[in-house]
């Protein structure tokens, strides 16, 4: 065998070897990225799916004086289940963040749930409810008192 077959050889190795590892890395690459993709997806499907509306009379606001809360109904209007818990909902009356509590945490397609939430009794005139759910869906809702 000659030297220069042996070298050849040699240099023949060291491509296959180095060809391996690149075809290994990106591989590896392809997969992590398919498998963002496929979360992101996944992401976007829910957050496409995730509705919701305020149901109340605007100008029938219900008032409970001797425990400090108004009522207002949300319904669950898209295909994803929704989460309303005080841990990850912000609620808004006329700009300010108020307290609320929840009768269903968990609102599955055409459920409505009660929102009670705590505020002084408001100002006679309009005022704006803003609910936001932890996927940063809004709806805002005006009514009057």
């Known amino acids: 065998m000659s ?3 042996v070298s050849h050889m040699v240099f023949f190795i060291a491509a296959v070897v180095i ?3 690149v075809s290994a890395i990106l591989y590896t ?5 398919s ?5 992101q997806g996944e ?11 305020i149901i109340n009379d605007p100008t029938q606001i ?7 809360y108004y009522e207002f109904y949300i319904k669950n209007t898209g295909t994803e289940e929704i989460v309303i818990d005080p841990s990850v909902t912000t609620v808004l009356i006329d700009g300010s963040i108020v307290d609320f509590d929840s009768s269903d945490y968990s609102l599955k397609t055409a459920e409505v749930a009660t929102l009670y939430v705590y505020a002084y009794p408001l ?4 005022h704006k409810l803003i609910v936001i759910l932890e996927n940063g869906i809004s709806r805002s809702f005006e009514f009057q008192v």
């Open 29 to 33: 690459a392809a997969y992590k990225v």
């Open 3 to 5: 030297s220069e077959s």
């Open 19 to 21: 060809a391996t590892s």
């Open 35 to 39: 498998l963002g993709i496929e979360e």
């Open 62 to 68: 219900p008032y409970n004086a001797d425990q400090g």
């Open 43 to 53: 992401s976007f499907k829910k957050l496409l799916g995730t509705d919701f509306e």
């Open 123 to 126: 100002d006679s005139g309009d």
